[in-house]
């Protein structure tokens, strides 16, 4: 069984930083490409940004170029989402997912403060 476990959330004033974690087990993970995605309260979730699974490319959304950071570590099963110059409407539960169309993570909340 496919399980994700995210953490690294927490509280931060805008223009901080924060690293999240995405840890995978019970997944052959080095040939699966990840995602991360955020939900602001009262929001759709929405995609924040992609990497293939060799780490070879990523892809961001708009809202995050040149702030965010995606990268994996296949040795430790692990995706990481470097996330600096955080602004208050960066606010939100951030999840990782097996990409396309698997399992989900239970999240992880980031609250940015003005």
């Known amino acids: 069984q496919v399980q994700l476990a995210e953490s690294g959330g927490g509280s931060v004033q805008a223009g901080g930083s924060l690293r999240l974690s995405c840890a995978a087990s019970?997944?052959?993970?080095?040939?699966?490409?990840f995602s991360w995605y955020r939900q602001a309260p009262g929001k759709q979730r929405e995609l924040v940004a992609w990497?293939?699974?060799?780490?070879?490319?990523?892809n961001y959304a708009d809202f995050v170029k040149g702030r965010f950071t995606i990268s994996r570590d296949n040795a430790k099963n692990t995706v990481y989402l470097q996330m600096n110059s955080l602004k208050p409407e960066d606010t939100a539960v951030y999840y990782c997912?097996?990409?396309?169309?698997?399992?989900w993570g239970q999240g992880t909340l980031v609250t940015v403060s003005s």
């Open positions: 997912r097996q990409t396309p169309g698997g399992a």
């Open positions: 019970g997944i052959t993970f080095r040939i699966n490409a």
């Open positions: 990497i293939s699974s060799n780490g070879g490319s990523t």
